[in-house]
């Protein structure tokens, strides 16, 4: 977030909004004191606030809103003296989901599941529009499902990809609206909109052998809503989608987000040759009912085309076979130009990974396992109709002469692509497009080591790789898995602004609440439900994304409202999970996901120390609960809750302490786990012990996601650091996932049986960059990034660290170098904080004069340096005279 721009609602451009309560920030480089709001709509005045103080958000209330409109606003900030700051910014109102057009499509429904794989063009829908006069402003609102792309006259609006927003569309359907004033003209405008099947319309694969999606999912045949509204100086005039509106075939005879696209390139070319739809013969689309969801404007970031990657190497497999490999691995889509001489299909075979023998090896993508053997007598099915192997794949009938392929409604996680139906000489250029939600970069961490900034990289493509709209595991599922964001969600929130993302998954789960007001496994919620609490809902660990995750938002975004909001579905919730208590909500987890040394038994039954973890979640959701009830002033819900907090953590002392003052089964997740929950008032006896266990271990991490994401979290508090950094060097560990070099992270360490080859769950060191390394850590009680401690780790042989985090409040940037025996500390903090402090080792408290210190514990010391913006020192453990 620059220091000289407004947002809106968390969003600095294309804001919509439908909502009353309209939440604006800012950030200023001096100290303020006073600033006012101001919002206009066609040059007059709607709202006035003027406020004494040194808040930089303020959320407008009451301000009564018309639809499709746009609103100016207009925040001054005063300082000291004369100092004052002007940000301006706009949004545009939706149509507050009452849509005066009808739901159309081309009336094609499915008679049973095996129809799906039969191929059948996708549709177009279009509609010309006549236009007396110039227009002053003109909007769209429009949902199209699954997924949609909208042209006017011919023009693309927008380089949105794979749009429309995933949800649970009987609870809520998220519209776009945008400004189109510039694409239409006085006369005669066409419009078309192309549709494909994404989440609305999802084969009926059998995931895993068992889960039918289109038994789970709200789904129907594609489908359109839009309103065309166009103010003119006298009077506005709405085109709104009827039967009027025509369907025209389009070129995909098949598009499945898992399984891939085939596309006829003849009749794509003439469409594209002829965009307006003006000479395409059509039928009138049909009126249809589409699903029960509210419709609410969407407001999160899109996804979108990010850098190409050009092919590696290409190598002849033989007579028009082809093997491309890019080099590392892409979440997105391939760009092919090629000549062809026939008619004859072109395939495109994606892969993370191949055999020794060069073969391509698709297990890790197959979506839901579908088609893989998982023992001598059993390959997952697929159900009626399915391929035999649910592999990405791609196909096309090429015209005569030169063909390009580019992915449209389906993305791909490959490094390796394998072509069938093309000679070497013919393909004319291939590429690759990262296709992901853009999140906004607010964080950036560098250091003298090579292979720690490399981690760094990693970690961010693995995380964007699996980020559509959901946060995702892998391609492999495409689920939004909570367990997977509780674990990657503090090094998610320093590394990309996430608010607006949050926002929606937090609306998702609590969409997809079940009847017994638990929350699902993953949201949208499609069947899975491992080791849940009963009626769908899902283990303790991945129901904890929701309050979880709603800290976090607190904590760096400080969004009080949706507390408010979402805490009745967290009361009831809980009561849920008090209703079954323990110790038999001990059994109702997946525990510590992914470790490396699991307890015996089946997969699912296979974390250490599982009853415990469980137990220790369930004692967090009280604890979490307790916090949010007295973060909005209710007190005597607060004091309750937490009665019920401490009595779950005696019953988790009385049920799994061990006599020797360790816990359950004294594996390293069980004492960090007892020591995340601070299960014991002095913690130093289980920090060693924990030490202990991983030094015998020789220094290798064996705890799973959980366990991982907080220890990282704890390192820099617990004194813990220099493990850490041996645990990122060892060969067994994440520098295992690399060695291939395809540039992201895998599912599990080792030799990865059966994980995907692009899987962000492991990536949670981030963490430890940050907090560690750099030394930024956002208090645990911070409000909008409020309040920050700077805990730099000086490792003995990194020379020079840079760390920064756009946070709320403005830049937090802490540098340190060594110069012989002399460290160099620079800081830089922003104005307006309630508190910054600074912790070194006190060895260096010789180095401090003009900043008053006291002891932080017996091996720092603090320093206040809340109103200092930006701080030099030399830190010198030997006093120079």
Not at 421 to 431: P, S, V, Y
Not at 530 to 535: I, M, R
């Amino acid at each position: 977030m620059s220091t000289k721009q407004l947002t809106i609602n968390d969003k600095l451009h294309a804001v919509v909004t439908d909502r009353q309560a309209i939440n604006v920030s800012w950030q200023v480089d001096f100290t303020q004191y006073r600033y006012e709001v101001n919002i206009y709509h066609q040059g007059k005045a709607l709202y006035f606030k003027s406020k004494f103080g040194n808040e930089n958000t303020h959320c407008v209330e009451g301000l009564t809103l018309k639809p499709s409109c746009q609103y100016h606003v207009e925040v001054v900030v005063y300082g000291d003296a004369e100092s004052f700051r002007v940000f301006t910014n706009s949004f545009m109102t939706g149509n507050f989901g009452r849509f005066q057009g009808r739901w159309i499509s081309n009336g094609h429904t499915l008679n049973n599941d095996s129809d799906y794989y039969t191929p059948t063009h996708n549709v177009w829908m279009k509609k010309t529009l006549e236009i007396e006069d110039a227009a002053e402003s003109a909007y769209i609102h429009l949902v199209g499902l699954g997924y949609y792309t909208l042209y006017i006259n011919g023009q693309r609006v927008s380089e949105y990809q794979l749009n429309n927003d995933w949800s649970n569309y009987d609870k809520v359907v998220y519209y776009d609206t945008f400004d189109i004033t510039r694409y239409l003209k006085p006369g005669t405008n066409y419009v078309a909109v192309e549709l494909a099947n994404g989440w609305y319309n999802p084969a009926p694969l059998t995931l895993f052998g068992k889960y039918n999606l289109r038994d789970v999912l709200a789904i129907g045949e594609p489908k359109l809503l839009a309103d065309i509204v166009i103010h003119h100086a006298q009077h506005q005039q709405v085109i709104s989608t009827d039967d009027s509106w025509q369907v025209v075939p389009g070129a995909y005879l098949a598009n499945n987000m898992y399984l891939g696209e085939r596309v006829d390139l003849k009749r794509a070319s003439e469409l594209a040759a002829d965009l307006t739809l003006n000479h395409q013969p059509g039928k009138p689309a049909t009126l249809c009912q589409g699903p029960e969801g509210s419709l609410i404007p969407s407001f999160i970031d899109k996804i979108a085309l990010g850098k190409n990657v050009e092919a590696f190497a290409i190598t002849e497999l033989g007579p028009k076979h082809l093997m491309v490999d890019f080099g590392e691995t892409v979440s997105g889509f391939i760009d092919a130009q090629f000549y062809s001489d026939s008619t004859q299909q072109v395939s495109f075979l994606y892969s993370e990974e191949r055999n020794l023998d060069g073969r391509l090896n698709t297990d890790s993508t197959l979506a839901g396992f579908v088609g893989k053997q998982v023992s001598e007598s059993f390959v997952v099915p697929g159900g009626a109709g399915a391929p035999e192997r649910a592999a990405q794949l791609d196909a096309c009938l090429p015209q005569i002469g030169k063909n390009r392929f580019i992915n449209q409604y389906c993305y791909h996680s490959f490094r390796y692509v394998e072509i069938k139906g093309i000679e070497l000489t013919k393909l004319e250029h291939i590429q690759a497009f990262y296709a992901h939600t853009q999140l906004r970069e607010v964080g950036h961490f560098e250091c003298s080591n090579y292979y720690l900034n490399d981690l760094y990289q990693i970690a961010k493509t693995t995380k964007l790789n699996n980020i559509h709209s959901v946060i995702e595991d892998c391609a492999r599922e495409r689920l939004a898995y909570g367990g997977d964001m509780v674990a990657l969600a503090d090094s998610q929130v320093l590394m990309f602004d996430s608010a607006t993302l949050y926002q929606k998954t937090l609306a998702d789960f609590v969409n997809d609440v079940r009847d017994n007001g638990g929350f699902p496994e993953t949201a949208p919620f499609m069947g899975i439900k491992s080791n849940g609490t009963g009626e769908g809902a899902g283990p303790l660990g991945w129901q904890l994304a929701v309050p979880y995750l709603l800290k976090m938002h607190h904590r760096h975004y400080g969004n009080q409202q949706l507390i408010e909001q979402w805490i009745p579905s967290l009361e009831a919730q809980f009561s849920h999970l008090e209703s079954i208590g323990l110790p038999a909500i001990s059994e109702c987890c997946l525990g510590d996901w992914g470790s490396s040394t699991p307890s015996e038994g089946d997969y699912k039954q296979s974390s250490p120390a599982r009853a415990f973890t469980a137990s220790c979640f369930y004692y967090y959701h009280a604890q979490l609960l307790a916090e949010f009830e007295q973060c909005i002033g209710r007190s005597d819900k607060a004091d309750g809750y937490q009665i019920k907090a401490n009595n779950i953590k005696q019953q988790i002392k009385h049920l799994y302490r061990n006599p020797d003052g360790s816990y359950a089964d004294k594996s390293q997740t069980s004492y960090i786990f007892a020591i995340y929950f601070e299960l014991e008032p002095e913690l130093q006896p289980l920090i060693d012990e924990l030490l202990n266990v991983i030094e015998r271990n020789h220094y290798i991490l064996t705890c799973g996601i959980f366990g991982q994401s907080f220890i990282y979290q704890l390192a820099n508090k617990i004194d813990v650091n220099a493990v850490i950094y041996k645990w990122l060097y060892q060969k067994q560990g994440i520098s295992h996932m690399l060695k291939d070099n395809n540039r992201a992270l895998k599912e599990f360490f080792g030799d990865n049986n059966n994980g995907s080859c692009n899987h962000a769950m492991f990536s949670s060191y981030v963490s430890w960059l940050y907090r560690s390394l750099g030394g930024i850590h956002i208090c645990d009680d911070a409000i909008g990034a409020n309040k920050v401690l700077i805990k730099p780790y000086f490792a003995s042989d990194i020379s020079h660290v840079s760390c920064c985090y756009q946070s709320m409040k403005g830049l937090i940037h802490c540098e340190w170098k060594k110069e012989n025996e002399k460290i160099h500390l620079s800081l830089s903090i922003p104005h307006n904080m309630s508190q910054c402090t600074l912790v070194i080792p006190e060895k260096y408290k010789n180095s401090i004069c003009d900043i008053n210190f006291k002891l932080y514990d017996e091996k720092h010391i603090q320093l206040d340096i809340t109103d200092i913006r930006e701080l030099n020192l030399k830190l010198n453990s030997v006093l120079v005279h």
